[in-house]
C-alpha cells in the first residue's frame, strides 16, 4: 500500500541554518503530497502542499518540490527560526481525506 | 474559539470499559475526519464524515470502534471494550465541503490511556 518514509529525528539547528527534512514516497497511483507541522500545544496545521509531479509548494519560507521521478518530497528552508522548531510530518493521499502520514521530525532550532 | 475542539483531553480507563470522545468541528465544516496516532506514530486515518454520514470508515480497526455525528456537526467516536493497545491520541479533523484538498484543520486530540 501506499506509504511515506521520512528521515528520523531530532534534528537540531542553530538559527539562521539551512534546513533540510527528507521525505519519500511509495504510491501506486498519482498521489498528492503534503507537509503538516505541530507546533508545541498546537494541533497539526498544514504547511504546503503539492498536487502533481514538478509542482512546488511554498508557505512560511519553507518549499517542497514533487519528485516523481525519485519519488521525494523533501522540505527545505533556508534560515530557520527558533519560532520554527516543531514537529514536522510529510503525508500523502489519493482521496484527500485518507491521508497517510510519515512518523515525523522533530525540529528544534536554537538561538 | 473558532478552532476544532476535542473532549476530555486527556482520558484515563481500565481495561474493558467504555469511551467516548467528543469532537467539535469548526462552524461550517461539512467534512469531519477521525485520526489515531499512537507513540511515536504519525497520525492514522480511522474515518471520515460528509455531513452526517460516515463516507468512508474502512480505517476503523474492529467493530470496538464506532463513531457517530447525527446532526452534521459534533461527532463522537466510542470504543467499547478498550484494550492496552488502544492507548493513544485520538485527532479529529475538519474541513469546508466535499472538495477533498488534503487542507484538514485538526483539533489538539484527545490522550486515551488503557490501564
Known amino acids: 500500500g501506499d506509504s511515506v518514509t521520512q528521515m528520523e529525528g531530532p534534528v537540531t539547528l542553530s538559527e539562521e541554518a539551512f534546513l533540510t527534512i527528507n521525505c519519500t514516497y511509495t504510491?501506486?497511483?498519482?498521489?498528492?503530497l503534503f507537509w503538516y507541522v505541530q507546533y508545541p500545544g498546537e494541533g497539526l496545521q498544514l504547511l504546503l502542499k503539492?498536487?502533481?509531479?514538478?509542482d512546488k509548494g511554498s508557505n512560511k519560507g519553507f518549499e517542497a518540490t514533487y519528485r516523481k521521478e525519485t519519488t521525494s518530497f523533501h522540505l527545505e528552508k533556508g534560515s530557520v527560526q527558533v519560532s520554527d522548531s516543531a514537529v514536522y510530518f510529510c503525508a500523502l493521499s489519493d482521496s484527500g481525506y485518507a491521508l497517510n502520514f510519515g512518523k515525523g521530525t522533530s525540529l528544534l532550532v536554537t538561538p | 474559539g473558532a478552532g476544532v475542539s476535542q473532549t476530555p483531553s486527556n482520558k484515563v480507563t481500565e481495561k474493558g470499559k467504555y469511551v467516548e470522545l467528543r469532537c467539535d468541528p469548526i462552524s461550517g465544516h461539512t467534512a469531519l475526519y477521525w485520526y489515531r496516532q499512537s507513540l511515536g506514530q504519525g497520525p492514522e486515518f480511522l474515518i471520515y464524515f460528509q455531513g452526517t454520514g460516515a463516507a468512508d470508515d474502512s480505517g476503523l480497526p474492529n467493530d470496538r470502534f464506532f463513531a457517530v455525528r447525527p446532526e452534521g456537526s459534533v461527532s463522537t467516536l466510542k470504543i467499547q471494550r478498550t484494550e492496552r493497545g488502544d492507548s493513544a491520541v485520538y485527532l479529529c479533523?475538519?474541513?469546508?465541503?466535499?472538495?477533498?484538498?488534503?487542507?484538514?484543520?485538526f483539533g489538539e486530540g484527545s490522550r486515551l490511556t488503557v490501564l
Open positions: 503539492a498536487t502533481k509531479a514538478d
Open positions: 479533523a475538519s474541513s469546508f465541503g466535499s472538495q477533498n484538498t488534503g487542507e484538514l484543520f
Open positions: 504510491a501506486t497511483g498519482y498521489p498528492s
